[in-house]
């Protein structure tokens, strides 16, 4: 898939700004759907997957609620489909948080996918 046909990255040129949100085991079928289907074939794919977004408080970009780890990121260049942010904020859910006020990852299962490289 070419990345630059994306509406993200469109968004992304636009405004300057992105957010990663780290999906989550109890979200999986939910963050396949996001990964498969086009935003500009689906416009609503967000609500169709079940969830809602807010505005992030620090950069013009969403902020997926049911997500429990979102990073706020300003872009600072975009080389060859790779975009380079800086993060300014992190959004984290309290119940992945200990006591400390840090991601416990005995509470947070995040989705991880990893390709090979090797042939």
């Not at 947070?108 to 990893?114: Q, R």
């Amino acid at each position: 898939m070419d990345l630059g046909s994306q509406k993200t990255t469109d968004n992304i040129a636009l405004n300057k700004a992105f957010t990663v949100a780290m999906g989550d085991a109890a979200h999986v079928v939910q963050c396949d759907y996001l990964g498969l289907v086009s935003g500009r074939k689906e416009p609503d794919k967000l609500s169709r997957a079940g969830f809602t977004v807010r505005r992030s408080e620090f950069v013009n970009a969403p902020v997926i609620n049911e997500l429990p780890l979102t990073l706020e990121c300003e872009l600072i260049r975009a080389d060859g489909g790779k975009y380079f942010g800086r993060i300014v904020n992190a959004v984290a859910d309290e119940s992945i948080l200990n006591s400390d006020g840090k991601i416990d990852l005995s509470k947070f299962n995040p989705i991880t996918y990893v390709t090979s490289t090797m042939g």
